[in-house]
């Protein structure tokens, strides 16, 4: 295999760029239980549809590249490429293996998943005069269902903090772990996620997302499990680290459960069916209000009609009721459902607002804008505008 640096030359076609970005992420390739990848792919895509250079790099070793190779071999690494043809990621071993990745960099963003060593090896070099700016990406609940792992990095080097909601930024700031620290919302991937009026409905529901570590197990029976069960719906769910008893809730219920989805694929299944709901993990509703998950920007993008498990949209990023609709518990969930499924104009309505919401607001579009002008206004200065909470 060629060295590192000639693969990024290679990767970059030696032309010029304004911006060169190096994104260090768990992973680009796998999207194996790694929902980060899926706004992670699309901010680099529209980063080089603005004319910049980004590429991403990721542990040879990661756990969700070896999940997805131990499950589905290499046929899905090739799958990613064909999905995601403009893409590069490269695979490191250490220190060594990221210097030669950052070498001529303009910007380097290090994922909270990237190893604490890594973390602090940059900072470090930030701090000796290294050229690139250097931000942390959090996207994760660990600082306030983990916070001791969370105050092992060393960010005194960091430029600044991306936080994907105002209060994970509030959390760093009160603990002291960053100074700078900017909101910066995930969103969704709108040349991936749009309506497929030509795929045929052929069920009721759908529910992309994986069972997790018991973070929400009583509230996908509540929203998710029982309604299905209780309107006798047909549909699908998709998703890894289900348990057998879990497997056997899904069928029980009615529903075919279908195991693992690449989110590439996650378009063409929300266009087959009728209605999805959304069912936040526990530490988001409860510990992080106000951050929905990326899958609640990519269904709205998909225009298909969705029912929300409660959480509180603090920062006002949708509109409840409008985009989507809202049941605080199992009863409401199945009248909601009800009447989507029962009114084929008041479900396309639904789902007209939440693909304007956004188109206006949420695609990763915005969020790579916004990144840049966070860049031009230099994000070691306190002032920068609505990128700053």
């Known amino acids: 295999m060629l060295p590192i640096a000639t693969r990024l030359r290679s990767a970059a076609c030696q032309h010029e760029f304004p911006m060169k970005f ?14 980060n990848a ?57 220190t060594g293996d990221i210097d030669a990745i950052v070498e001529d960099a303009d910007v380097v963003v290090v994922h909270e998943w990237t190893d604490a060593a890594i973390v602090a090896h940059l900072g470090r070099r930030r701090a000796g005069g290294a050229r690139w700016r250097l931000l942390f990406h959090d996207t994760h609940h660990r600082a306030v269902s983990a916070p001791e792992e969370l105050a092992r990095f060393e960010l005194d ?32 991937d709108t040349e991936l996620f749009r309506p497929l009026p030509e795929v045929a409905r052929e069920a009721d529901l759908v529910w992309i997302g994986n069972w997790g570590d018991g973070e929400r197990t009583a509230e996908l029976e509540e929203f998710l499990i029982g309604p299905a069960r209780d309107l006798r719906l047909a ?13 056997a809730a899904v069928r029980d219920a009615g529903l075919r ?4 989805i690449a989110n590439a694929d996650a378009p063409a299944a929300f266009a087959r069916h009728r209605v999805t709901v959304h069912v936040p993990r526990r530490p988001y509703a409860e510990a992080l209000p106000g951050i929905p998950t990326i ?7 998909c225009a ?36 989507i499924l029962a009114d084929p104009s008041f479900a396309a309505g639904i789902a007209a607002s939440g693909r304007a919401r956004i188109l206006e607001r949420h695609t990763c579009g915005h969020r790579a804008d916004e990144l840049l002008a966070l860049l031009g206004a230099d994000v070691r200065r306190p002032a920068v505008g609505a990128s700053q909470s």
Not at 22 to 31: K, N, Q
Not at 61 to 75: H, V
């Open 157 to 188: 080097g960091y430029d600044g903090v991306l936080a994907f909601g105002a209060v994970l930024a509030e959390v760093y700031r009160a603990r002291g772990w960053a100074d700078q620290v900017h909101v910066w919302h995930e969103a969704a």
């Open 38 to 94: 899926h706004f992670q792919r699309g901010l680099i895509r529209a980063l080089i549809a603005r004319g910049h250079a980004a590429v991403a790099a990721e542990p040879a070793d990661g756990w969700s590249r070896m999940n997805l190779l131990a499950e589905a071999g290499t046929g899905a690494l090739a799958a990613f490429h064909r999905a995601f043809p403009e893409l590069v990621s490269v695979t490191y071993e250490g």
């Open 304 to 339: 298909i009609p969705l029912v929300s498990a409660p959480w509180e949209d603090r920062e006002g990023l949708f509109r409840p009721g409008q985009d989507y609709l809202v049941a605080r518990n199992g009863a409401e969930m199945r009248e909601a459902l009800r009447s």
């Open 235 to 247: 549909g699908t769910i998709h998703g890894v680290r289900y348990p057998p008893e879990a497997e």
């Open 295 to 301: 899958r609640m920007f990519e269904t709205l993008a």
């Open 22 to 35: 190096v994104f260090l992420t768990h992973s680009l390739v796998s999207d194996w239980n790694h929902g």
């Open 257 to 260: 459960f279908a195991g693992r």
